[in-house]
């Protein structure tokens, strides 16, 4: 086993553990994939603030999202299909989470269903719903993680046309399967402990078994929710939502001010400015560039978390500088579920709380509640 000091080594892991197809899946954006890159080298561009001889006994990373208290402010993203990155990811990440202190939030497309990932932790997570056409679906889906205990709902904005990825398609991963000697290949011999498909026979698609007709396999499955996303989706729709659900909401997806003084406007809870991990409007600025506008247009209206290209403890760091109260890990977080399972999603976040510690403390800051703009140095090839 590999020494592993930071979330690249369990990439490098991850990459050699899982099937091509779904390392692929997961480290991919849209098009030409500019975006997602900009999301993590947009981070290196913004630079820090070293001081000195401040007394650092007693610090602390944690903090609260939506006045939920969190061991750190970094929660699990929804990733759909975790379950084929490992068998019974979902759970295996909820656990990780929970057993940390930090919030998990469960993808309406995932493998282990809303019931299956309440029966198997013992704290409540976050769902995150998908508008679809179908409206007995959506109220299905809100009742279920009512009944499951869920304690906020994150509903998806940005994402009522699915974004064409060329890897995925290459891999007949999001059209009819076109299995090339290639991909046989692949998942004979990388197949192992019941990962994927294979896993998905025992759990079924989770949420959507008994709605999505003729969906066996992750082709079909695609194909369905491609054509369930529902391109009608507006504000009038999203305050419907709200009042069924009728709990903590967060709004997820936006990148636009005017965007965010309208989610602020609806009375969420939270917004989380993200470009979805670069995986939906490629050419849309990395997120971290865009934070600093939605800041100020509702910063002190609601409260803001932010996701897309956070590989370290010090990306967060500047997130929060920026003035975010909270942020998501995606990738992050599945590198170490397909590297090494529960024990690799502990992995991460120890990793990312250690380098956001130190980092905090080097900058001479005590707590990450008290951020700001004056630890960071951004020049102009960032603002
Ligand atoms: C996602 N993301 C996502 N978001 C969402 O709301 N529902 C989903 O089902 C998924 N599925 C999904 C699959 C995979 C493989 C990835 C990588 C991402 C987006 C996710 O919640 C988050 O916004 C990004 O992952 C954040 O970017 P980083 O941290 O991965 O750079």
Redesign the pocket.
């Known amino acids: 086993m590999p020494v592993i000091t930071e979330i690249a080594d369990l990439k490098r892991l991850y990459k050699r553990r899982v099937p091509r197809m779904f390392y692929d ?2 480290e991919s954006g849209s098009w030409t994939e500019q975006t997602f890159r900009e ?1 993590t080298t947009d981070f290196a561009l913004i630079r820090l603030r070293q001081r000195v001889a401040v007394d650092m006994e007693g610090r602390s990373v944690a903090s609260t999202m939506i006045g939920q208290d969190v061991a750190m402010p970094v929660a699990l ?4 299909m975790t379950g084929m990155q490992h068998a019974d990811g979902e759970i295996l990440a909820a656990r990780a989470a929970g057993r940390f202190g930090v919030p998990y939030t469960l ?3 995932s493998i282990c269903s809303i019931e299956d990932v309440a029966a198997a932790t013992d704290r409540p997570f976050w769902f ?1 719903l ?1 508008v679809m056409r179908d409206q007995e679906f959506l109220e299905n889906m809100i009742a279920r993680a009512k009944a499951a205990g869920c304690s906020a709902l994150v509903l ?1 904005l940005d994402l009522q046309i699915l974004g064409q990825r060329h890897k995925d398609i290459k891999n007949g991963l999001s059209t009819r399967p076109k299995p090339t000697v290639g991909t046989v290949a692949d998942l004979s011999w990388r197949w192992r402990w019941g990962l994927g498909m294979l896993g998905t026979k025992r759990r079924g698609f989770g949420n959507i078994v008994g709605h999505a007709k003729g969906v066996k396999d992750v082709s079909s499955l695609m194909d369905w929710t491609a054509d369930q996303f529902d391109p009608r989706l507006d504000w009038d729709k999203i305050r419907r939502i709200k009042e069924l659900w009728g709990g903590k909401l967060i709004l ?1 997806g936006i990148l636009d001010a005017e965007d965010a003084r309208r989610a602020a406007d609806l009375g969420c809870d939270a917004i989380v400015v ?1 470009n ?2 670069g ?1 939906q409007l490629d050419g849309a600025l990395s997120a971290i560039r865009i934070l600093p506008e939605i800041v100020e247009a509702v910063g002190d209206r609601v409260e803001i978390l932010f ?4 590989r370290s403890g010090q990306d967060v760091l500047k997130a929060l500088a920026m003035g975010a109260q909270g942020t ?5 977080y ?1 590198y170490g579920l397909g590297a090494m399972g529960e024990a690799g999603v502990t992995r991460a976040l120890k990793i990312i709380a250690k380098e956001l510690d130190t980092t905090m403390a080097l900058c001479g800051r005590k707590s990450v509640r008290d951020l700001d703009r004056d630890i960071l140095l951004t020049g102009p090839e960032f603002d």
């Open positions: 899946y997961c999301n993203a929804p990733v759909g993808s309406t497309m995150q998908y998806t997820k993200s979805h991990g995986r996701d897309s290209g956070i998501f890990i995606g990738r992050a599945i």
